[in-house]
């Protein structure tokens, strides 16, 4: 470096020029200019110290940049509501909606009169809409605020009715029982973990009886000598009906046979029905309850509803969902298993084109996120060697697949079809070392 032209010291490009580039002045309107001025002087110190050509200076700049938290990943589990990757993706209205919320909204004000209105009207009637059975619907902030506020409202120093069969744990330590129980309602179990009948739950029902709960065993199934009490029966017990369906299917989806939904549970008699935004449903984190407006109408004036409400963007994330097209997860559950192969198909080809090569091979999906267990999707995936598990997944941006017999499975079925060309690039900038 003995030619003082060349002699990268002399090369520091200006503050103003490298804040001025457009990832790093997008950066700045998210971060601050303090935040990425500090990250632009440590890359011109390396390009001084000789360790950066001048040219590298604005990719180390953003490289010294604090990461965006929590970080987009691309789901190539398979696995539609993947609970540590966030269960549901929203639709782009929702998204939509989400953003037009950020700023100063209308939640709880009628324009027209300049009134205070009821919050979240519109996800409430869009909600109503999806379910013309509920004479009454409410939300809350998830599926276990939606019981919780269930067992204190109606069931204060009273007794909640529930079969030994239904006593599950969702994930992650999460146990109904225990949940029902840390309100002051009382649990009376009845049957056993295998057989409940009708007459073991109106043996148990009398005067102490808040309300019967059937719980949805969403993420497990007993099989064999087995027996359950169906709604329509439960119904006729004389005392309020709280079914959880968990899922949020709000009308029979005929690829998920044995996944309840709210329409049909509601028909079926049950006064309450409770369940999850973000799972089948395909929204934001939220808790629907819908049911008879008497009992609604208690939930919904408990002090405790206060605790549990739901912020504007969840409202606007909600009422878009509703309202909208689809979603998501509505289009990763029907995805056609032919189009998903041909669509791997070319990914292999365009990776092969670049001298990567990689398998296609048939693959099970799963909806997964505490919802029809027992369904598996037939599907696709590239198979790649399992070492490439870590460094997709801490690469930008990440990409999960599911690791199975020693080989690294990517489902396409979850990432969006525009994200193709990111799971090439992402497998293409692994380093093969063989
Ligand atoms: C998922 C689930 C819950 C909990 O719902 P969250 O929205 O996760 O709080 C409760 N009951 C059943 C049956 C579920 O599947």
């Known amino acids: 470096m003995g030619d003082g032209h060349a002699d990268p010291r002399r090369r520091v490009p200006r503050t103003d020029a490298l804040l001025a580039a457009p990832r790093l002045a997008a950066a700045v309107r998210i971060l601050g200019r303090d935040r990425v001025r500090a990250a632009v002087r440590q890359a011109q110190d390396r390009v001084r110290r000789g360790e950066l ?11 010294g940049l604090p990461p965006a938290a929590p970080r987009a990943v691309l789901n190539a589990t398979g696995v539609l509501l993947h609970t540590n990757l966030g ?38 009637a869009a ?13 809350v902030n998830n599926g276990a ?94 005392v309020p009906l709280v079914v959880d ?14 996944e309840p939904d709210a329409a049909s549970t509601l028909r079926a008699g049950a006064s309450l ?33 206060r605790a549990l409400r739901v912020d504007k963007l969840t409202l606007a994330a909600l009422a878009a969902t509703l309202g909208g097209a689809g979603t998501p997860t509505r289009d990763a559950l029907h995805t056609d298993p032919a189009v998903l192969r041909a669509r791997t198909e070319r990914l292999r080809d365009a990776l ?36 490439y598990a870590r460094p997709l997944r801490t690469g930008e941006p990440p990409v999960l697949g599911r690791v199975s017999q020693g080989r690294l499975l990517l489902d396409l079925r979850c990432v969006p079809d525009e994200a193709d060309a990111a799971v090439r690039a992402a497998v293409l900038a692994v380093a093969v070392d063989d």
């Open 245 to 258: 369906i968990g899922s949020g299917l709000l009308a029979p989806d005929p690829l998920l046979p044995a």
């Open 145 to 238: 605020a939606a019981l919780v506020l269930a067992a204190t409202a109606l069931a204060v120093d009273a007794e909640i009715v529930v079969s030994r069969g239904e006593l599950v744990e969702i994930g992650d330590g999460f146990r109904l029982p225990d949940l029902l129980t840390s309100t002051g309602a009382r649990l009376r179990e009845v049957g056993t973990t295998n057989r409940s009948t009708l007459a073991d739950y109106a043996d148990a029902v009398g005067p102490r009886t808040g309300f019967v709960l059937k719980v949805h065993p969403s993420n497990f199934q007993v099989t064999g000598f087995t027996s359950a009490v169906p709604v329509r029966s439960l119904a006729g017990l004389g």
């Open 87 to 124: 269960r549901a993706a929203l639709s782009d209205g929702a998204v939509a909606a989400l953003v037009a919320a950020a700023g100063h909204t209308d939640v709880e004000l009628d324009l027209d009169s300049g009134r205070r209105a009821r919050r979240g009207r519109d996800a409430l």
């Open 127 to 139: 909600l109503a809409a999806a379910v013309p059975h509920a004479e009454a619907v409410h939300v």
């Open 53 to 63: 050509d001048p040219e590298q200076a604005t990719e180390a700049a953003l490289a």
């Open 352 to 387: 092969a084109a670049d001298g990567r090569k990689v398998e296609v091979v048939p693959a099970v999906a799963v909806v997964g996120g505490g919802g029809a267990p027992g369904v598996e999707l037939d599907s696709w995936a590239l198979s790649l060697p399992e070492r």
């Open 273 to 305: 029905v409770t369940a999850s935004g973000d799972k089948l449903l395909g929204g934001p984190q939220a808790g629907l309850l819908l049911g008879a407006a008497g009992l609604v109408d208690r939930l919904r004036r408990h002090p405790l509803a």
